[in-house]
């Protein structure tokens, strides 16, 4: 187990780099997209596609990290009307919510890649393969790590993080 969860905190890790570098990489597309439509009084055609591909990406990329992370978003005021131990299985229940959406996800997103990856964009002119491919590769992350989270929550998963 704990070389799974070193596995999750690496790829976590990797995950903030990769959607910190397309942060940057959207705000500049998006501040080129202000420029060129303002200052220049012409309008890119390739920066609206690029940011909002991105942003889908970050989203994605972002979700699996902060499952793995306990950052993810959950309905914590009724939980926490709850006895400690009742709280204990809403939080089992809730990582198990996450890795079922999360499958869903994968299966659902790979179908959709396969339907637009023949398919381009009409700004950047690339396939739609690229960014349909954040829905299967996300929901995939986002299983590991809900996997990796799951771990950490159990009893022996606990004592291999201290």
Known sequence: MRAYLKLCDLIVKGIEWVAGIMFLAMSLSTCWQVVSRYILKKSSMWTQDLSLFLFVWIVLLGSAAAVYKGKHTAVTLIAAQFPKPLQVVVDYFAILAVLVSSVLIT??????????????????VISLGWPT??????????????????????????????
């Open 107 to 124: 299966k659902t997103g790979y179908s959709f890649f396969l339907q637009n990856v023949g398919s381009k964009s009409s700004g950047l």
């Open 133 to 162: 491919a954040a829905l299967p590769v996300g929901g995939i992350l986002m299983t590991l790590l809900a996997v990796g989270a799951l771990v950490k929550k159990l009893p022996a998963g606990k004592e291999e993080t201290k």
